[in-house]
């Protein structure tokens, strides 16, 4: 009797959507702090894993901001130690936007002696004193001073930029501690916060950036941006099969370790959706 072999069928493992939009939180709650409950349960299913498929970030958060981050001011000393401010509105700036309004304020003062350019007479740019008198002066220190690149508390008639940089954090935080409690192997950091994550979001443009007027890189997190992020393997998270989703709390850190402010500025928002692609195995 002649014999047949046959083959098993193989069924690839099933898989759901989880949608997350920030959108959908309580009217009271914040974008970087919401939960979500709903009168059944956010998910069921047998389902053993999941994982971030896609982040979309839109971020309308300024940069230059007394009460977020205490860089909304620029002071320098004139020769008889007289200190002069510049002070900055909330708002997005990129480099050449916020030196050229210093520029422009500190003229406006009318200060005697002083007359102020932006050149390149030392190599790198610089805020000179091109006035005949050739008064120097200090750059007070300052947060918003040190973010544009200048070494402060040091007289002279020329003070060069060095490597500005005014994005208002490196990297923001996507956390979830009621869906990564079950995953047994945990994120790990060179911080010394340790915080198991959702998704990682790096401040930085996937391209090169555009280049501001005096040629400086605009960073993400200059302007306001809608981005979004596809992964094309993300990181898989252990979930125990016998457990729904029930009521979800979503918080956004920043590279601080401080749950991003999204309430009292004016200008100041954010909103975010994340695709969770759900798997049986």
């Given at each position: 009797?002649e014999?047949?072999?046959?083959?098993?069928?193989?069924r690839e493992?099933?898989?759901?959507n989880?949608l997350?939009?920030?959108?959908d939180?309580?009217?009271?709650?914040t974008?970087?702090?919401?939960?979500?409950a709903?009168?059944?349960s956010?998910?069921n299913?047998f389902?053993t894993?999941?994982?971030?498929a896609?982040v979309?970030?839109d971020?309308?958060?300024?940069?230059?901001?007394?009460?977020?981050?205490?860089?909304?001011?620029?002071s320098i000393?004139d020769?008889?130690?007289n200190p002069?401010?510049?002070?900055?509105?909330?708002g997005n700036y990129?480099?050449?936007?916020?030196?050229?309004?210093?520029?422009?304020e500190?003229?406006?003062l009318?200060?005697?002696?002083?007359?102020f350019?932006l050149?390149?007479?030392?190599?790198?740019?610089?805020?000179v004193?091109?006035?005949?008198?050739n008064?120097?002066?200090?750059?007070v220190p300052g947060?918003?001073?040190e973010q544009?690149g200048?070494?402060?508390?040091?007289?002279a008639q020329?003070h060069?930029?060095f490597?500005?940089?005014l994005s208002?954090?490196?990297?923001?935080d996507?956390?979830s501690?009621?869906?990564?409690?079950?995953q047994?192997?945990?994120d790990?950091t060179t911080?010394?916060?340790?915080?198991?994550?959702l998704?990682?979001w790096?401040?930085?443009?996937?391209?090169?950036?555009d280049?501001d007027g005096y040629?400086?890189?605009?960073l993400?997190?200059?302007?306001r941006?809608?981005a979004?992020r596809?992964?094309p393997?993300?990181k898989?998270?252990?979930?125990?099969?016998?457990m729904?989703?029930?009521?979800?709390?979503f918080?956004?850190?920043?590279?601080?370790?401080?749950?991003?402010?999204?309430?009292?500025?004016t200008?100041n928002?954010?909103?975010?959706?994340?695709?969770?692609l759900?798997?049986e195995?």
């Amino acid at each position: 009797m002649e014999s047949h072999d046959r083959g098993t069928t193989i069924r690839e493992p099933s898989t759901a959507n989880f949608l997350i939009d920030s959108f959908d939180r309580p009217t009271t709650q914040t974008a970087s702090n919401f939960t979500i409950a709903k009168k059944n349960s956010l998910f069921n299913g047998f389902f053993t894993r999941f994982g971030v498929a896609e982040v979309v970030l839109d971020w309308a958060i300024p940069n230059i901001s007394e009460e977020l981050y205490a860089n909304s001011t620029f002071s320098i000393l004139d020769a008889s130690a007289n200190p002069h401010t510049v002070t900055f509105g909330p708002g997005n700036y990129n480099v050449a936007q916020a030196l050229n309004y210093i520029l422009a304020e500190l003229n406006n003062l009318v200060l005697a002696g002083y007359t102020f350019e932006l050149n390149f007479s030392l190599g790198p740019l610089a805020l000179v004193n091109v006035n005949a008198s050739n008064n120097q002066f200090t750059i007070v220190p300052g947060t918003l001073a040190e973010q544009l690149g200048f070494v402060t508390g040091v007289q002279a008639q020329e003070h060069a930029i060095f490597n500005p940089n005014l994005s208002p954090y490196r990297y923001i935080d996507f956390v979830s501690t009621d869906l990564t409690y079950n995953q047994a192997l945990k994120d790990a950091t060179t911080d010394t916060r340790d915080r198991t994550v959702l998704y990682r979001w790096w401040l930085a443009w996937d391209e090169s950036p555009d280049l501001d007027g005096y040629g400086f890189p605009i960073l993400q997190g200059y302007t306001r941006f809608v981005a979004r992020r596809v992964l094309p393997f993300p990181k898989q998270i252990r979930w125990e099969n016998n457990m729904p989703i029930g009521s979800v709390n979503f918080q956004v850190f920043d590279s601080n370790g401080n749950i991003i402010n999204t309430q009292s500025v004016t200008g100041n928002d954010m909103n975010w959706g994340m695709q969770l692609l759900v798997s049986e195995n």
